[in-house]
Structures are given as C-alpha cells and as structure tokens.
C-alpha cells in the first residue's frame, strides 16, 4: 500500500458485532473513517489488539439531557464536557440532547443557544433533537420546517408540565408539520390534568414525601396519554415515537398500536429495568434520599420491570436510551431545590442520571441471556442511528462509517459506584448493583478516547455537530 495511503489505525483481532453479522476480521481506520475490513490488513500507524473482546459500534444515547436551560433555580450538574465525557467512558460515542424552546421564546434562538453550550465542550459527536415548547404560527409555518431542513429532524413535545405541555390541538398541528416535512416526533405521555389533580389530593393531605411521587403518576396516567398520542399519530397518518415507557399498561397500548399497522415506535430506559417505586421510598418512609430515584414516569414494580424486558426482547421497543437528567442530590439547585428537604414531591426536579450506566446495565442483559448481542446493538446503537437519521455514518461498523468503535469485554464483572463514574452528578441511582460487562476502550473518528477503562482527556471541543437526515423509521 502506498505510504499516503497508510491506514492510521489497525484494530487487530476483532470480534465484530453489528445489529445483524458477527465476523473475525481486523479493523482499518484512515481520517476517522472505516475504510477496511478484512484479515492481515497492512500495518497502521497505530495498532491495536482486540482479542477477546468485542467490538461493537459505539452507542447512540438518542434521549440524554445535558446542560438544558432550566426554570426555577434548578440546574443541571452536567454540561456537554462533563455528560460526554461520562457518556463514552460507558461506550456511547453520539448523543442527542435537547435543545428547548421556552413558552414565548423562538425555537431558532433555543437552538443557536444550545449550539454555544455544547461548541468547545462536547468531546464526542452530537445531534440535537429540539423542543417544542410554544407551536405558534411562526413556529409551525417557518421556525420548525427551516430547522428541520437544516438537520433537526426529530423534536420532543410534552403532555405534561405546566412550562412545556402542549394541548391536544397544539400537539396535532406539530404532528402535521412532521408529517409534511418527514420529522419524527417524540411524545412524553402522561396525562397533565390527572397528575395535578392526584398532586393537589396527595399534598392536601400532607403526604409530600419523594415516595407519593408514584402516587401522583400512577400508571393509567402514562397509559391513557400513551392511547391519545397514538390516536393523534393515526388521525394525522404520521409516525410517533412514545419515550421513556415505564410498564406493561403503556406497553400494551403500542402493541395494540402496531398490531393495527400503525408506525408508533417506543423507547425504554435503565430506570426501568433496575428501579421500583420502592426506590422513592418504602410505605413510611418519608424521608428524602427517595428523591434520587424521582423521575417521569416514575419506576413502577417487579412485575412491570418483567413486561419492560420482555419487550425490549420481542421488539416493541426500538430503542434503548438513557434519559439523563443530571440533577445532583445534595444541591441546592438540584434534588434538593432551594437547599431544602422538606418541600412536596411536586417540587422536586425530574429525572435520574445514567449516561454512562445505559450500556452496561443493558449489556448485562446479555450476560443473563435475556437478549441477543445483536438486540443489545439494535436497541442502543443501530436503530437510533437510523431512527434519528445519523445512519449509516453512525450506528454499524462498516467501511464508510465513522469509525466510532467500542471494544467491550464481555465477562469483567463490575459494581457500579458513583465514585468510579465520570459524570458531574453527585449520585446513581444504579450503586452496588454488580454487570458482567464492561466497555474497555472506546474510539470516536478513529481516536481512542478511552484506553483500557482510563479516560485519555480528549481536548474538550473535539466532539462535532452531526446535521441529521431524514428519521428512517
Ligand atoms: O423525569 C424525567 N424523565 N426527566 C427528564 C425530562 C423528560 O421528561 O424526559
Ligand atoms: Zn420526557
Ligand atoms: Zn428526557
């Protein structure tokens, strides 16, 4: 090969895994890209040897919020340094992070806002998905379809929290506007008027621990919202896709929905899987600790732990994320808004950290023969690529990629502590459980950003801006 031709990196030996082929070969990377697959490929500037690991593509964190401007006083501990960094030290190289509007505020200035949070910092690729907060008319005929034209092509809408939700209305003129110019719309369903009335009974009557958190959000709340957003998606004839889905009532809603041909698609996450109402707090205990584990919708009970598994595995779900919502406990401007334990569960910032736990926690799965390698590559790394329009540049390892590439070694047992995580949250939800498996080292364009489990201390800024294409759903 001639020397300009040289490959820059060789990874040797490798065990490739992709969401569908599992093959021997070694890796040959030149300017960030894949260039070659094969057996005894030339010497590269820099080898690498992958026996006995695997190699699988990096991980797409498709629903993680880093840095997002907040109400209130509250804040989010980590920015895009600090979330990325945490996000490939746990073999996720792409995120896709929020940029929100603000009710009365212009979608564009959300975006060229987030554009300056995350330039200089982000240390991995990144897209962003946008919120839509305010659907004005403004909003609908210009803002929304220029960005989507720009490489936002997938935005988030709420049912719920009073800054955020949309009406029903407001919500099927967004789901036209996606329609029309091929978005994707991502819909956080629960049902705004029954949790407020279930918060105002609740706190009436003084039970304002973190526990009553799951009380207030029970789960005919997720289940009826689920069953309307659906039914918008069919009146409007255009795909949605239902996020963090907590248990067996939302599940059995889009089931139903594909059983009826309709294209609804569904997210779940390690909360989910690993955490219960229990973890708020047990029947008596009013304590505050429970706060660590308050999120929307809140973690249900063992048996919708089961239901949640069971769907990752039998293909309701096509995709896996991490819903980081990185609010430090012992903060005043987060858990612990205002420096205070003592304030109602309503008060409490929502949402659990696990960037860097979203792999691992899900790989173990795989350890327990619960999912395939490749259901694991599909649900976190294959599908939101294609999903969220970043394939096949993301997502796969395949000559043209990027050569964003995660050598995991299957059978290290590790006990996820707070201390050991590279996050800039004060807690996880996820201490003492112990994985059997571990991503060792992890690339992003062919550099290698984690070696062996160390964090190499990339120049924050390196990560770039992936306009996305078109959502393939
Ligand atoms: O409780 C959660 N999920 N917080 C993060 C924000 C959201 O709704 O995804
Ligand atoms: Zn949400
Ligand atoms: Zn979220």
Request: aromatic share 8%; net charge negative; glycine share 10%.
């Amino acid at each position: 090969m001639p020397a300009d031709n040289n490959l820059d990196l060789v990874i040797r030996n490798a065990d490739v895994v992709t969401a569908s082929d599992r093959f021997q070969c070694d890796i040959g990377v030149r300017d960030g890209r894949i260039v070659a697959l094969g057996q005894g490929l030339p010497q590269g500037n820099r080898e690498i040897d992958a026996t006995g690991l695997l190699a699988l593509p990096g991980g797409v964190d498709g629903h993680c919020h880093l840095d997002q401007p907040m109400p209130d006083g509250m804040r989010m501990a980590d920015d895009f340094f600090t979330g990325t960094r945490a996000a490939v030290c746990g073999g996720t190289t792409t995120v896709i992070p929020f940029a929100a509007q603000e009710k009365g505020a212009s979608l564009k200035a959300a975006v060229e806002d987030y554009h300056s949070r995350a330039e200089g910092r982000a240390v991995i690729d990144y897209a962003f998905h946008l919120i839509v907060a305010d659907p004005t008319p403004a909003v609908l005929q210009d803002e929304l379809p220029t960005l989507i034209r720009k490489g936002y092509t997938s935005f988030k809408v709420y049912m719920t929290y009073d800054d955020l939700k949309l009406s029903d209305r407001e919500m099927l003129e967004v789901l036209d506007v996606a329609r029309e110019h091929k978005a994707l719309v991502m819909v956080h369903a629960e049902n705004s008027d029954c949790i407020s009335w279930l918060t105002d009974k609740l706190t009436g009557e003084g039970r304002i621990a973190p526990r009553f958190h799951g009380l207030a959000r029970p789960a005919p709340v997720e289940r009826e919202a689920t069953h309307r957003a659906i039914t918008f998606a069919e009146l409007v004839d255009v795909p949605i896709l239902i996020v963090h889905v907590s248990g067996k009532e939302a599940i059995e809603q889009i089931r139903w929905a594909q059983g009826r041909g309709l294209k609804i698609l569904a997210e779940t996450c390690p909360q989910y899987l690993y955490l219960t109402a229990d973890d708020m707090g047990l029947p008596g205990d009013d304590g505050y600790e429970g706060a660590k584990c308050v999120c929307s919708p809140p973690p249900r009970d063992p048996e919708n732990q089961a239901a949640v598994w069971r769907a990752l595995v039998n293909g309701v779900f096509s995709v896996f994320s991490s819903d980081h919502a990185p609010f430090s406990y012992d903060d005043p401007q987060g858990k612990k808004l205002g420096g205070s334990t003592e304030h109602s569960f309503d008060h409490i910032p929502n949402g659990v950290p696990g960037i860097e736990t979203r792999l691992p926690l899900l790989f173990d799965g795989v350890a327990r023969g619960k999912l395939s390698l490749h259901q694991f590559v599909e649900l976190t790394s294959y599908r939101p690529a294609k999903i969220y329009g970043l394939y096949p540049r993301k997502g796969t390892i395949a000559v043209g990629a990027d050569a964003d590439i995660v050598l995991w070694d299957p059978v290290r047992k590790v006990r996820i502590t707070n201390s050991a995580l590279h996050h800039a949250v004060d807690y996880t939800p996820y201490e003492g459980i112990e994985v059997t498996g571990w991503p060792v080292t992890a690339f992003s364009r062919g550099d290698m950003l984690v070696s062996n489990g160390e964090y190499l201390e990339p120049a924050a800024g390196r990560g770039r801006f992936l306009e996305a294409g078109q959502p393939e759903v």
